[in-house]
């Protein structure tokens, strides 16, 4: 995995160089990239299922106190509490990743808030004695960020596994209830948060400069590193539009193989309880890839974690089988 991810940082680097790029602009696409070395103190660490399993624990309990940290400030505002003020300047500070609006309905937007949803997940597919009241809690929580994406993906991800398992009678009935629960809230909701024309005419404009700068060259490998668009010259907020622009069909091709490869290895686990352990791991992977669809995450430290643990987990498993089938 390593071996070909540098070999195809180095490949797109190359490209951006020949284009004219300048060597700061490449470095900055480069840098949050480099994330993905962490899968080596990841797969060090991950190298029993006990390890697994706390793992898990730590990313229910972590997404758990991220929800009730946000509800409280939210509490804490609503009521008087503290200034709203003080808490603006706080939050919309350049120095941090919050975005916080000065508008009659407060709202706060945090890049961790993605967490929210990956506990959500992850407590969907565990047996805690308060589940259904945790669920409940961390939903809400992912609705009063306001944010049309989370949701949109988490529902996708949801679809996705059931898609995938569509064999399983379960799989039939949450893809029903999905779409009522679509059918009834989604209507509510996007009335609730308003008009986002601004953010849709900014990502369909990126569309277009991408596609007009396609060549038969680009088409392929890409523009390579530190080459942009007029109104993105380094991150674009779809991180696929910016894989293609800047790596082309190639860089595409490689990170859904990625995620085909953990399909294709989650589908053939014999162990059911392996298996179940692996999923919400496997389905917190969907979410990110279709939140990448409308924001940098899987290109992003924030989201490529959840990713790279994943794989780690993903490659504990079937060590162990393989060591199991080998004792057979």
Not at 164 to 183: D, H, N, R, V
Request: glycine letters at 6%; charged letters at 15%; hydrophobic letters at 55%.
């Amino acid at each position: 995995f390593l071996l070909i991810y540098i070999s195809m940082l180095s490949f797109s680097s190359l490209i951006g160089i020949l284009n004219g790029a300048n060597g700061f602009d490449i470095s900055e696409n480069i840098k949050p990239l480099l994330f993905a070395l962490m899968i080596i103190p990841f797969s060090l660490f991950l190298v029993k299922i006990e390890r697994v399993l706390l793992v898990t624990k730590l990313v229910k309990f972590s997404g758990l106190i991220l929800g009730i940290s946000f509800i409280s400030i939210l509490i804490l505002l609503f009521y008087g509490y503290v200034d709203f003020s003080t808490i603006y300047t706080l939050l919309s500070s350049e120095a941090n990743d919050f975005m916080m609006n000065d508008g009659e309905n407060v709202r706060i937007f945090y890049k961790g808030f993605l967490y929210l949803n990956i506990a959500f997940i992850f407590y969907v597919y565990s047996n805690d004695k308060y589940k259904a009241l945790i669920l409940l809690f961390l939903f809400l929580s992912i609705l009063l960020t306001f944010t049309r994406g989370y949701l949109l993906a988490l529902v996708l991800a949801f679809i996705f596994i059931s898609i995938i398992e569509l064999k399983q009678k379960k799989s039939f009935y949450i893809l029903l209830t999905i779409f009522i629960g679509i059918a009834i809230l989604l209507p509510f909701y996007v009335n609730i948060i308003g008009e986002r024309d601004s953010s849709d005419s900014m990502r369909v404009l990126q569309i277009k400069e991408v596609f007009d700068s396609i060549t038969i060259s680009s088409f392929f490998i890409g523009h390579g590193y530190g080459i942009g668009v007029p109104t993105r010259p380094n991150g674009m907020e779809i991180t696929f539009l910016e894989i293609f622009h800047k790596q082309g069909i190639l860089g595409l091709f490689l990170w859904i193989g990625f995620l085909f490869y953990m399909i294709f290895n989650y589908l053939n686990i014999r162990n059911l309880a392996y298996k179940k352990i692996f999923k919400p791991f496997l389905v917190s992977t969907f979410f990110v890839y279709f939140q990448s669809l409308t924001n940098p995450y899987l290109n992003n430290p924030i989201g490529m974690s959840m990713v790279l643990l994943a794989f780690s987990v993903l490659l504990v498993i079937l060590n162990i089988e393989k060591k199991e089938r080998m004792v057979q």
